[in-house]
């Protein structure tokens, strides 16, 4: 404190118009790196009314190029992780309108158009990332989504990283996928920066490809036909975290309520030796979307049959060594929720009985303090004791043995509604022998 004003206040005292306008840029910056650290949460409503608009009026034509790129760029951190931040700049004195304005060139220097083209882009990114109605304003913008496509092609990797933020931020809308993206060639850019070696731009355009991949979206098709999945399979085994995390979830997300065909040639091109190395990556965010991978492979009656006919004792090898040894929950939910998917087929649920250790295992996870856990051991015992498939009544005789039934009961007691119901159907399969 100084005089009895807090540094913060000081510094906020200095955003007045009759100061010069570096001193505004310099103290906005100030607090906003402050508010970004949490170093200042309670001061959310002086960054909305006073670092907020004085960011926005420092980005207007009337400053130079430098200072301009400089103001932007702030904004575009400011706002990046504040839905209510972003919302709010979307309506401040047409901030969307001037940040497409200067995607344009006109007569400016090279390096000086980099800088402002990767500072809008960038304020974009952030102001895209939460909201569906701002992402129809930008995508309604004139020009945008062709500056965009073209920015994936600039000599700049700062440029493209960018622009691929933004097509990240966008591409998490489905109605942006059904509707204005899909006139974009996107995919086939994204195609050439799979192929790159800059793990900045392979980290960007690996992240859009895990949204553009999905079912729903009109260049999943396109994407599988030029063989990207095999790129894919590559940057599994790639030295960056980030980027092997995106290349697994992108498969994942191919195979999500993929034909037999896709899933076919996603595990080929894969191999089980891999998959089952990833499952036991040191990373957590790989080890779950491996599993996620393993549990979208098998999502069909057909497919489980087919995948524990040929795989199936490496396949409960690595999944059991995962519950036993995992003590990360989300870890452990998604290999039971592989099991889910097994104890849905008639191969699945005679390999899963063979194993009471697991079943012991599972009533164990029933009760868990985790209701993640509860929920995923209990589907996967209503799947094994599901009463309308063949050779139902000894499979439920040997898990109430084991102290499924038993378990079941006690969770029943649970206030979690949706844990409640899904007890509710398990016993129910007990009930109906």
Same mark, same amino acid.
């Given at each position: ?65 430098? %200072? ?42 090279? &390096? ?31 020009? @945008? ?5 073209? +920015? ?14 933004? %097509? ?13 993206? #899909? ?11 799979? +192929? ?21 979206? &009109? ?69 779950? #979307? ?28 690595? @999944? ?39 079943? #012991? ?35 439920? @005789? ?6 499924? #039934? ?11 509604? &949706? ?15």
């Amino acid at each position: 404190h100084f005089n009895g004003d807090s540094i913060p206040l000081l510094i906020e005292k200095l955003m007045v118009c009759d100061q010069s306008a570096e001193v505004q840029l310099w103290a906005s910056k100030c607090l906003s790196y402050l508010f970004q650290g949490q170093a200042i949460l309670d001061y959310e409503s002086a960054i909305c009314v006073k670092v907020l608009p004085t960011l926005v009026r420092l980005s207007k034509p009337e400053h130079s190029v430098r %200072f301009r790129a400089d103001a932007i760029e702030t904004l575009a951190h400011l706002i990046e992780e504040s839905p209510k931040l972003q919302e709010l700049a979307s309506i401040s004195d047409r901030l969307i309108f001037t940040l497409a304005d200067y995607l344009h060139k006109v007569d400016l220097p090279e &390096p000086q158009y980099v800088k402002l083209r990767q500072s809008c882009l960038m304020a974009l990114a952030s102001l895209t990332l939460s909201s569906e109605a701002i992402r129809r304003k930008v995508i309604g913008t004139c020009g @945008v989504p062709e500056h965009l496509l073209s +920015a994936l092609e600039h000599p700049s990797d700062s440029i493209k990283a960018a622009s691929l933020r933004c %097509f990240l931020s966008l591409s998490r809308s489905v109605k942006q996928l059904r509707s204005s993206l #899909k006139d974009v060639e996107l995919w086939k850019l994204l195609l050439k920066l799979l +192929a790159v070696s800059s793990t900045e731009l392979l980290r960007e355009s690996s992240a859009v490809v895990c949204n553009i991949i999905l079912d729903f979206s &009109p260049g999943n098709e396109m994407l599988v036909e030029e063989r990207v999945l095999s790129r894919l399979v590559d940057l599994t085994r790639h030295e960056d975290t980030a980027v092997r995390v995106n290349a697994v979830w992108g498969l994942m997300n191919a195979a999500y309520q993929a034909g037999s065909n896709v899933k076919n040639e996603l595990f080929d091109s894969l191999g089980a030796d891999q998959l089952f190395h990833l499952m036991h990556d040191l990373s957590p965010d790989i080890v779950i #979307k491996s599993l996620g991978l393993l549990r979208n492979l098998m999502t069909d009656k057909s497919d489980v049959d087919t995948m524990m006919s040929i795989h199936g004792g490496d396949i409960m090898q690595h @999944v059991c060594k995962i519950i036993n040894e995992s003590t990360v929950p989300e870890v452990s939910e998604q290999a039971l929720c592989v099991l889910v998917n097994i104890a849905n087929s008639r191969e699945g649920r005679d390999t899963l009985m063979r194993d009471e250790t697991l079943i #012991k295992r599972l009533v164990q996870f029933m009760d868990s303090e985790d209701v993640r856990l509860q929920c995923a051991a209990v589907m996967c015992v209503t799947n094994l004791a599901w009463s309308s498939e063949e050779g139902a009544t000894g499979r439920q @005789v040997r898990l109430e043995e084991l102290g499924v #039934k038993y378990a079941l009961q006690r969770t029943a007691k649970t206030q979690h509604t &949706p844990l409640s119901e899904r007890v509710k159907v398990a016993i129910e399969q007990f009930d109906a022998a």
